[in-house]
Structures are given as C-alpha cells and as structure tokens.
C-alpha cells in the first residue's frame, strides 16, 4: 500500500471509521469481525485500511494485496498472508499442518482437500492471534486468486471468538463473486464539502467557484479522481472544468490521465514502466535484473520517479494500480512479450518455477512446445498443491502454445479433467457455488470436445464456435452428458 502524493489528512469517512473503530473495539473484547468494503477505483478503499491499521494498538497488522497477474497462482494469497506466521504451525492438528505446507509448497504430499486448508488457515490465525489480537487487512481482493478468496471468505465466515479481525477492500465493478454473505461496507464519494476541500490540495490557487463546482461534480466525490484530474491543468484548461460532462466511467478516464503523463516520458522510462507494470510481485530486485536483459540502466526510472509515476526501493510501487494497469493496456503486444521474456529471464527456474513459466508463456508469440511442456510441469506441480483450477489453466495455456495435434488433445482432455473436478466436488460439498460449478463444467467439456475435434485450441476461439462444435463431437464420440456422467 503505497503512500499516494497529495494526500496528507484524511477527510470525513465518519461512519466508516466509526464502523471500523467498532470492530476493532469488539476485536479487542475478544470477539471476531470480518467486513468486506467495496467501492470503485480511487474512492478510498486503501486510505481506509491505512487508517485501520493506524487505529490497531496493541494489534499485530498483517497486510496483503491481491495482485491482477496473480489470479490464476492457487494459494498465492495465502501464501502472503500466512507465510510470516509459519513458526505457529506446531500448533495445528497434524493433518491441517500437512495440508497448509503442502498448499503452500513448502512440502510435497497428495493434493489437500480444500476444506482442510480452510480449517487449517483459521487455525494458525487463531494460534496467532492468542499472543495479541490480530488485524488482518486484505487490499485489492478482487484480484485474489481463486484458491485463497474462497479460503478467506471460509475463514471470515466462520470467526467467532478468536480476537481476529478481517478486512477486505474490494474493487468494484467485479467479475468474480468472492466475500458474499459477510458484512458489507460500501464505500461512496466524499460528500461536498470534503471534495471541495481536497480539491483545494490538488488546486491551491483561486479557481473561479463554478469551476470549481463542475470538477467537484464530475469527479463524483471520488478522491482520486479530485487529487489527480487537475493536475497538470493549465488555467486555461480549469477554466473548462474536465470537460467530460456525465463520462459514467471514471476509473476510464484517470487511466486515461495516467497515459497522457506516461506517454510524455522518454522511451526508454517507458519500457522500465512496461517492465514493473508485468511483474506481479513488485520485486525490486528482480525488476533491475530484468532490465539489464533490456539493456535498461537505473538512471531510466528518474523520470518516472520526478512525475511521481513510479517509485523503487526494495518494493517497486506503482502511484495508484490504475498507473499500472494503464501502462499495461497501452503497451502493444510485441512491447509485452518483450518484457515477459526478460523477466522469464530473470526468474530463478528452480524457486519460482510457475511464475517464470507463466512469464514464457506470456512471451511466446507462436506455437512452442518448449513453453508448452515448462506450462505442462507447472499444472503438475499446481495440482498436488490442490489447485486444480489453477493447473486447467497452465494446461489451457499449454494446450494454445501445442505444436503437435496429438499433444495438444491430451492435454485439453487434462486441462478439462481439471476443470471439472473441483467443480464436481463443489457441487458434491454444496458449500461453494453451484453456479460457477456449473461454468467449470460447462467449460471444462467445451475445452475438451472443441480440442478433440479441432486444430486450434479452445482459447482461440470465439463462443459461438463452441457452440457449432459441440453436436459434431456429441455425434462422433458419445453423447456429451454421458461424458459429463463419466468419473473424473
Ligand atoms: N478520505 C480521504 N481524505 C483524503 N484523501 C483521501 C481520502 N480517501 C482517499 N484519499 C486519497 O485518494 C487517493 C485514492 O485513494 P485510494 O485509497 O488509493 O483509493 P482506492 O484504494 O479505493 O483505489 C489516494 O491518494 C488517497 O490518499
Ligand atoms: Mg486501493
């Protein structure tokens, strides 16, 4: 969570902080609270853990991020937050121990049952929070992967007395339905006379007050947005306010503002933004390696670092993740791979197998059965840590990198096996979705029959191929519920 420019004091949020004042009250009683806060871009959510995590004496804060590039990495989130607690692990049950290494990769075993590491994660916060009671603040969590959303929100739901506080700031509009059925905090813009306020921080002189009064309007309240518009606006330029009358999408527009800024950089700064912007860990160390594979030098980043873009110090820190994602966006796709292989490059093969075959793979332009079986090998290594969902998608990235027809069937039928799978034993548990179950199924069968019958893989093509494919491969290799039917 990196401190944003602009913004020294925090306006208003009285009912937020009242509620997070309340929890963390009843968590120092020795009670258990989870909230989820929600919002769109820029509206706060940050700021209001940051506050959070100030008002937690006598707390121990443990503070992770979900990161985009991350979602299909099984555990990764758990891997943040628990990590630094793994001198507890004595305290758990032998076979919840085992699960959460196992999960975790820190040792080899059969694939854990997921509703083991849930218990086994609620375990070791628990010994944790025995010592002192424990905040745990967990930003960006729309971008966790898969495996540890569902943990999380496993563990937030089942909190009773174990002084554990559990807050997740989730962006807003999202795809994925984690955190539902816990507590709800929905964040809105800052009210007038807040907006008006912060306004004059990012504006310190005069502005004629209908201007004024047109930003403070278009920007809906959203303190990003009132810090970030302005600057670099001309009088003349303020003089029309942002001159996007009912723009809907505000979060558009400020990575929008961000391309403009980043685009008046030299080229070489660029790259080296490109560069940070692809790795998903904000590993400084790994960042500088990277860069000497690019032929890039440290002195590339000053003007990153004078337009306040960028930082890096032993963290690589973007100034707000819309920085990020818009230097992502606009990067083309040959600027993209180019980055992804340095940083393959860069990535020790033995420690951090997965992440670099994820690097290959995003920097493979054509076919390469290379990649394709480093990505077979990751899906390997994904499924005996449980995550089933995470090897479908090495394989389905494998099977689109498949030279050879053969191959690339076999694996498509693996990557549907695995797809399918957790989507059974959801069903079976009734305790996760059984819509999304239905999707992993659903996709898992497309995957296999369009692979089975066609050249190109699944991945490739659009929705309605899938469509015309299926009754072809339902006619030539037994009907489609049957296969659906069939053990997996
Ligand atoms: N209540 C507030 N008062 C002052 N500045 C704020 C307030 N809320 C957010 N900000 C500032 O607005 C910017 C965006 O906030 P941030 O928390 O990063 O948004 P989000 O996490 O929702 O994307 C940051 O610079 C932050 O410091
Ligand atoms: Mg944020």
New binding site residues.
């Given amino acids: 969570?990196a401190?944003?420019?602009?913004?020294s004091?925090?306006?208003?949020?009285n009912d937020e902080r009242e509620r997070l004042d309340t929890l963390l009250a009843d968590v120092r009683a020795g009670h258990s609270a989870a909230v989820a806060?929600r919002?769109?871009?820029?509206?706060?959510?940050?700021?209001?853990?940051?506050y959070a995590a100030r008002q937690a004496f006598g707390f121990r804060t443990a503070q992770i991020a979900g990161v985009e590039a991350e979602m299909e990495l099984p555990f990764a989130g758990i891997h943040q937050l628990c990590a630094p607690m793994l001198d507890r692990l004595d305290a758990l049950p032998a076979p919840q121990r085992e699960a959460l290494r196992v999960a975790l990769g820190v040792a080899n075993g059969n694939p854990p049952d997921r509703f083991l590491i849930s218990l086994a994660t609620l375990s070791l916060l628990s010994a944790v929070a025995e010592e002192r009671p424990l905040l745990c603040l967990v930003?960006?969590a729309q971008w966790l992967d898969g495996a540890s959303a569902q943990v999380l929100t496993f563990v937030a739901r089942r909190l009773l007395a174990e002084s554990i506080a559990i807050v997740f700031?989730v962006?807003e509009p999202v795809g994925v339905r984690h955190f539902e059925g816990l507590p709800q905090l929905r964040?809105q813009g800052?009210d007038e006379r807040?907006a008006h306020?912060?306004l004059s921080?990012a504006i310190p002189g005069r502005i004629d007050a209908r201007v004024r009064d047109r930003i403070v309007a278009e920007a809906r309240g959203?303190?990003?947005a009132?810090?970030?518009l302005p600057r670099g606006m001309s009088a003349v330029d303020l003089a029309g306010g942002f001159d996007v009358p009912g723009v809907p999408d505000l979060p558009g527009r400020l990575e929008s503002h961000y391309l403009a800024q980043i685009e008046a950089l030299p080229e070489a700064t660029q790259r080296l933004l490109l560069l940070a912007a692809a790795d998903p860990v904000g590993d400084a160390t790994l960042v500088w390696r990277a860069a000497r594979y690019l032929g890039l030098g440290a002195d590339v980043l000053r003007p990153a670092e004078d337009a306040e873009l960028l930082t890096v110090g032993a963290r690589v820190r973007f100034?707000?993740?819309?920085v990020r994602s818009a230097v992502y966006r606009a990067a083309s796709a040959a600027d993209r791979r180019a980055v992804h292989r340095a940083l393959a490059d860069a990535t020790d093969a033995h420690n951090d197998g997965d992440r670099r075959a994820w690097h290959r793979a995003a920097a493979a332009a054509g076919l390469d059965e290379d990649v394709a079986s480093e990505l077979e090998r990751s899906a390997d290594r994904a499924s005996a840590r449980g995550g089933l969902a995470a090897a479908a998608a090495f394989l389905r990235r494998s099977v689109a990198l498949t030279p050879d027809r053969d191959r690339r069937m076999g694996r498509a039928l693996a990557a549907a096996q695995r797809a399918c799978r957790p989507a059974r034993s959801m069903l079976l548990s009734r305790c996760w979705w059984p819509s999304r179950a239905r999707h992993l199924t659903i996709s898992g069968a497309l995957a296999w029959t369009c692979c089975a019958g066609r050249s190109r893989s699944p991945r490739d093509r659009p929705p309605t191929r899938h469509r015309s494919c299926w009754p072809r491969r339902s006619a030539s290799s037994g009907s489609t519920s049957r296969w659906l039917a069939r053990p997996i």
Avoid: I, Q, Y
């Fill in positions: 969570m401190a944003a420019p602009g913004a004091g925090f306006l208003n949020r806060l919002g769109e871009a820029g509206v706060g959510k940050t700021a209001l853990l940051r930003d960006d700031a962006r964040m800052l807040s306020a912060l921080r959203n303190p990003l009132l810090l970030e100034r707000h993740p819309l």
